[in-house]
T-cell receptor, first 115, second 115 residues
Framework: DQQVKQNSPSLSVQEGRISILNCDYT??????FLWYKKYPAEGPTFLIS?????DKNEDGRFTVFLNKSAKHLSLHIVPSQPGDSAVYFC??????????????FGKGTLLTVNP | KAGVTQTPRYLIKTRGQQVTLSCSPI?????VSWYQQTPGQGLQFLFE???????NKGNFPGRFSGRQFSNSRSEMNVSTLELGDSALYLC??????????????FGPGTRLTVT
């Protein structure tokens, strides 16, 4: 059961424009979300996160928006750069009691930024 | 701090064999998680170890096992390899407490090919 869904396998944008990557979730117990970026032959690297008590978190060119009522979050990259071309994963911690949790990932979206 | 390291980086095995992969977490991180990444499936959680104890387990057969040592280093083992086990195996460590406790730091992965 995919509790975190990224319905767009790929996205292509022009350099300098905005990239918007989307993520939907089904578990209303999720209260924290993370975005990871992955280049080929490397492990994912943490990009940005957001707590459910906020609806927006910004870090430089990266902004994550959270719409709890729609169970939807999005990652905005402005302006997009060719070096942003990577697979982006949305993730949420699924708690299993106390401080135990496991990160549940979406299947990822391949972003290609064209020069 | 040195990042998460995984050895070996690449491995080719034949069906029926077994394999052991190794992971050294970031110094001070006591939680180590393992993931399998295959095309189209995203990152699938295998298991998590904390203080030498398996704390969480994903939906993988018993052929997949792991352990953690007192220095937090971890190994995972796959016995009786199948062609479908060909994947990128990623290890991640996390601080487990304080701000950023949900942020997992990934190693570069071990690319396993089963022929």
């Amino acid at each position: 059961d995919q509790q975190v869904k990224q319905n767009s396998p790929s996205l292509s944008v022009q350099e300098g424009r905005i990239s918007i990557l989307n993520c939907d979730y089904t578990n209303s117990m999720f209260d924290y979300f993370l975005w990871y970026k992955k280049y080929p032959a490397e492990g994912p690297t943490f990009l940005i996160s957001i707590s459910s008590i906020k609806d927006k978190n910004e870090d430089g060119r990266f902004t994550v928006f959270l719409n709890k009522s729609a169970k939807h979050l999005s990652l905005h990259i402005v302006p997009s750069q060719p070096g942003d071309s990577a697979v982006y994963f949305c993730a949420a911690p699924l708690r299993s009691g106390g401080s135990n949790y496991k990160l549940t990932f979406g299947k990822g979206t391949l972003l290609t930024v064209n020069p | 701090k040195a990042g998460v390291t995984q050895t070996p980086r690449y491995l080719i095995k034949t069906r029926g064999q077994q394999v052991t992969l190794s992971c050294s977490p970031i110094s001070g991180h006591r939680s180590v998680s393992w993931y399998q990444q295959t095309p189209g499936q995203g990152l699938q959680f295998l298991f998590e170890y904390f203080s030498e104890t398996q704390r969480n387990k994903g939906n993988f057969p018993g052929r997949f096992s792991g352990r953690q040592f007192s220095n937090s280093r971890s190994e995972m083992n796959v016995s009786t390899l199948e062609l479908g086990d060909s994947a990128l195996y990623l290890c991640a460590s996390s601080p487990t407490r304080g701000r950023g406790k949900y942020e997992q730091y990934f190693g570069p992965g071990t690319r396993l090919t089963v022929t």
